[in-house]
């Protein structure tokens, strides 16, 4: 039999030790099973901090919903030349200015690759009004997204976008049980930035997650397909002294609750 009380103790003392290390800034987790047998972890999981590119996930789940309603078509075209440029590194340099892509697979290089023009392409065809509505619906009810990914808002006004891991975990939640967003959890499932939740998992561990980064704040959100037990995570942070690190601390307490989950789920 399962040792409950046990599992979440272990897992509730590695969530501590990571975010309550002297010198870590503010760090806000929330872990939850989403299998037998069912845990939910947290440490100020309700802290409202900025989303940084979590809020794509906004997007992709309001395009689909607004798709799926007939509001507007996802299979629009867009040219390549017209898309603004960025100081960042960016998919759509592989393509040639005069080819098009749809508006689907403009959310798709957004989630795979975080691509911000893609992003902001996006958010300009969604409009706040939709996007505003889709937090709404799905009971985001600490998030605010006003801005976009612009070269412009990608420094201080980029953390107007905020957010708490409670409302980042229904986000994830919300994504892998509805089924007309099927290819958001494609697009993230095949995510390109895995240096944090994934970076120490095993290689044949699906991850379908999404990272965000600003200066100082070093974000994750997602599932880990772990055969176990599927693993919901959300890791959100400020005030970081060093970003790679804390990716790396983030890929290191993941590995140590998943391994807590599996060897309990042995037992």
Not at 174 to 202: A, G, K
């Amino acid at each position: 039999m399962v040792d409950s009380e046990g599992l979440r103790s272990a897992i509730s003392a590695q969530i501590e030790d990571f975010a309550s290390a002297p010198g870590t800034g503010v760090r806000s987790v929330m872990v939850r099973t989403l299998d037998d047998p069912r845990l939910t972890v947290t440490h100020r999981a309700d802290l409202v901090l900025p989303a940084a590119s979590l809020a794509k996930m906004i997007l992709g789940v309001a395009l689909f919903e607004s798709a799926e309603r007939g509001e507007l078509d996802p299979g629009s075209r867009v040219r390549i030349g017209s898309l603004p440029g960025t100081m960042y590194p960016s998919v759509l340099q592989a393509l040639d200015p005069d080819s098009t892509v749809t508006v689907r697979e403009l959310c798709g290089f957004a989630l795979v690759t975080s691509d911000n023009p893609a992003a902001e392409h996006v958010r300009a065809v969604l409009g706040q009004e939709r996007i505003d509505a889709t937090i709404k619906a799905i009971g985001l009810h600490s998030t605010v997204f006003p801005v976009g990914f612009s070269e412009r808002e990608l420094g201080p006004l980029g953390r107007a976008n905020t957010t708490t891991a409670e409302d980042m975990l229904r986000l994830v939640e919300y994504i892998d049980r509805t089924p007309h967003l099927e290819p958001i959890r494609r697009y993230l499932v095949n995510y390109l930035r895995n240096d944090r939740i994934p970076s120490r998992l095993d290689d044949d561990v699906p991850v379908r997650h999404k990272t965000g980064s600003l200066r100082g704040i070093v974000n994750d959100a997602g599932i880990i397909l772990h055969p176990a037990n599927r693993i919901a995570m959300v890791f959100l942070t400020e005030g970081q002294s060093d970003n790679v690190l804390t990716a790396q601390e983030i890929g290191a307490v993941s590995e140590r609750i998943v391994r807590i989950i599996a060897e309990g789920a042995a037992h």
